[in-house]
């Protein structure tokens, strides 16, 4: 029968499970497959971010993911896109329901256990529903396998199962890839990356006209040289955490905030009060953007 059997989270780092999925199967060859799971999570961080280890009548599939990994045991004749869309599924509910810090933290197995109740969800409805009743999402896992194939591993392998002890021998590059997509860019955002990037480039002209100055003649102007900079990184790094999902993100924001405020106040004489209200009101305003851009809703197609 074509389905899934199994699923698990698990942290890459350490392969410590973090939540699984209550199975009824006790027959040998089930068994087997968990020890080498199991055995296959402990050295995830050796692999690239997707991988499938075929057996003759049960599969291993693998989705990584920043901190976490998602697993799954499945019939071999299930759809290696099917097990995929599941796995990305599971990463999406698992990220919205658990941040980076208590998932670096956890120090015990199975410390989410309660997100059992989810895995079991969407394990049934993918267990329920065929490839064309998630056309959308099935095209793009489709596009993606085809772009970058999982890495093909052997059930059978011995390195395998001597990874649980050892590590495992394989000398296999380390891949890391995007972890979260984010909500569109809208209009008001993309006028805060102009106005940042504006912002960035007149500090930088400013701190590097100074700089001259400075190292030629004035050398006590070095600490004026170093608050038009620190607001031109800023400026870059908050365009950065616009584009890009970062942990700890409303931190980083605050701390970039803060910098550029201290800096153009710092700098008021060489600076008037319109041109700091001008830098602070563009950081304000990145700032709010940074924080209202949230991670991208999950794909309908693969809701529970």
């Known amino acids: ?100 810090t208590s998932i670096s933290l956890a120090s015990r197995p199975y410390a989410f256990l309660e997100f059992d109740n989810i895995i079991q969800k969407v394990k049934y409805h993918f267990n329920c529903m065929s490839g064309s009743q998630m056309k959308a999402n099935w095209e793009k896992i489709e596009e993606e396998l085809k772009f970058q194939p999982p890495v093909q591993l052997k059930l059978e392998d011995t390195e395998l199962m001597n990874g649980m002890t050892n590590g495992g021998h394989a000398g296999v590059h380390v891949e890391v890839v995007p972890t979260y997509r984010m909500q569109r860019v809208t209009p008001l955002g993309i006028l805060s990356l102009v106005l940042n990037i504006m912002c960035g480039a007149l500090n930088l002209i400013r701190g590097v006209h100074l700089a001259e100055y400075s190292f030629q003649e004035d050398h006590e102007g070095i600490g004026n040289v170093i608050a038009f900079f620190l607001p031109f990184l800023a400026c870059v790094f908050q365009c950065y955490l616009y584009l890009f ?46 924080l209202t851009r949230q991670l991208m809703e999950k794909q309908p197609d693969c809701g529970v």
């Open 1 to 100: 029968m074509s389905m899934i059997f199994f699923a698990c989270v698990v942290r890459v780092r350490d392969g410590l499970p973090l939540s699984a999925s209550t199975d009824f199967h006790f027959n040998q060859g089930f068994l087997e497959c968990r020890k080498r799971l199991k055995a296959l999570s402990s050295i995830l961080a050796q692999y690239p971010s997707r991988g499938t280890a075929k057996g003759r009548d049960l599969s291993i599939h693998f989705l990584s993911s920043g901190d976490i990994a998602c697993m799954a045991i499945c019939s071999s004749n299930y759809s290696t896109i099917m097990a995929f869309c599941f796995l990305e599924e599971l990463q999406w509910e698992f990220a919205a329901s658990y941040d980076t």
């Open 245 to 290: 999902y970062s942990s700890a993100r409303k931190v980083k924001t605050f701390v970039l905030f803060f910098s550029v405020c201290l800096c153009n106040i710092y700098l008021y004489g060489l600076r008037n009060l319109w041109q700091i209200a001008f830098h602070i009101g563009v950081a304000s305003l990145s700032s709010y953007q940074i």
